[in-house]
């Protein structure tokens, strides 16, 4: 069974930085892009960015362009995110999600992991 | 950017009725592989999102035959022929034919 374990979530102060990880285990993880949604507390789904399978290339909502990078490391099966000049709107549940397939854009994702909680607040 | 709408909003239903969502996209989603990149995802109190419906109306791996979607273009619809008590939670479409995916705002269903 696929596994996606996420962690590095916390408290952060505005304008700090923060890097999310998500382990990822069971499937073969360079032959899928991965990607990351958010939810603000009480509120929907937002996509936030993904990568390709390589990791060649990289996606990014206009939200976050500029301020977060997605990245991965196919020998250790894990995604990353690094969150930098966050602001109070960035505070919210951060999903990792596998996609299912290595392409982008025109696939879906399956599964999400269990999310891990970015909250910025001074 | 595409923008995905939902209705109702909020859905109670009584356990062994059917329900339906809406979803509709301000562009259409038929690529011209002939699939339609729109799909449903439930997420249950305290849980992650979990994918119900793929390309509008292939039912994922483990998913009750209760569960169907249907439509093409831009209008969608995710019908449970007889809802049950461990349906309750937000249901969401999603398109994924452009970048940024988009979501539609999430419907609640209860039960009465």
């Known amino acids: 069974e696929v596994q996606l374990l996420e962690s590095g979530g916390g408290l952060v102060q505005p304008g700090g930085s923060l890097r999310l990880s998500c382990a990822a285990s069971e499937f073969a993880f360079s032959n899928f892009a991965m990607s990351w949604v958010r939810q603000a507390p009480g509120k929907g789904l937002e996509w936030v960015s993904a990568i390709s399978g390589s990791g060649s290339d990289t996606y990014y909502a206009d939200s976050v362009q500029g301020r977060f990078t997605i990245s991965r490391d196919n020998s250790e099966n894990t995604l990353f995110l690094q969150m930098n000049t966050l602001r109070a709107e960035d505070t919210a549940m951060y999903y990792c999600?596998?996609?299912?397939?290595?392409?982008?854009?025109?696939?879906?994702?399956?599964?999400w992991g269990r999310g891990t909680l970015v909250t910025v607040s001074s | 950017d595409i923008v995905m709408t939902q209705s109702p909003l909020s859905l109670p239903v009584t356990p062994g009725e059917p329900a339906s969502i809406s979803c509709r996209s301000s562009q259409s989603l038929l690529h011209r592989n002939g699939y339609n990149y729109l799909h449903w995802y439930l997420q249950k109190p305290g849980q992650s999102p979990q994918l119900l419906i793929y390309?509008?109306?292939y039912r994922a791996s483990g998913v009750p035959d209760r569960f169907s979607g249907s439509g093409s273009g831009t209008d969608f619809t995710l019908t449970i022929s007889r809802v049950e008590a461990e349906d309750v939670g937000f249901y969401y479409c999603?398109?994924?034919?452009?970048?940024?995916?988009?979501f539609g705002q999430g419907t609640k269903l209860e039960i009465k």
């Open positions: 999603m398109q994924t034919l452009q970048t940024p995916y988009t």
């Open positions: 999600a596998k996609a299912i397939n290595s392409a982008w854009p025109l696939n879906w994702f399956d599964p």
């Open positions: 390309l509008g109306s």
